[in-house]
């Protein structure tokens, strides 16, 4: 599987930003698929997670209300619609493949990721 991050870039806090994540090989449509992100000198934190049919979603707190997560199976793509975003949500983010079928069974493909930068 190989997955593909767009979007990002910088914005003034309280703006917004799309995030998108290709896939490529694999049956995408069968896949819990995931958003992280690391910011510099942290650990990656789980961002949001959605089952295959997107019938289950999953957001770390600090997000909830702000960042929404979607997918198209039919164009094999997740996406991380981000509003209202403060300086702390600065970081790397990238799109993961979880391993299993439940949110914390771990990951095992990542793409490279895009930088999110956003300015107080």
């Known amino acids: 599987v190989h997955l593909v991050e767009s979007g990002g870039g910088l914005v003034q806090a309280g703006g917004s930003l799309r995030l998108s994540c290709a896939a490529s090989g694999g049956i995408f449509s069968m896949y819990l698929m995931s958003w992280l992100r690391q910011a510099p000198g942290s650990q990656s934190e789980l961002v949001a997670s959605i089952t295959s049919a997107g019938s289950d979603i999953y957001y770390l707190d600090s997000v909830k209300g702000r960042f929404t997560i979607s997918r198209d199976n039919a164009k094999n793509t997740v996406y991380l619609q981000m509003n209202s975003l403060k300086p702390e949500d600065t970081a790397l983010y990238y799109c993961?493949?979880?391993?299993?079928?439940?949110?914390?069974?771990?990951?095992?493909?990542w793409g490279k990721g895009r930088l999110v930068t956003v300015s107080s």
């Open positions: 993961a493949k979880d391993r299993g079928i439940t949110v914390g069974d771990g990951f095992d493909f």
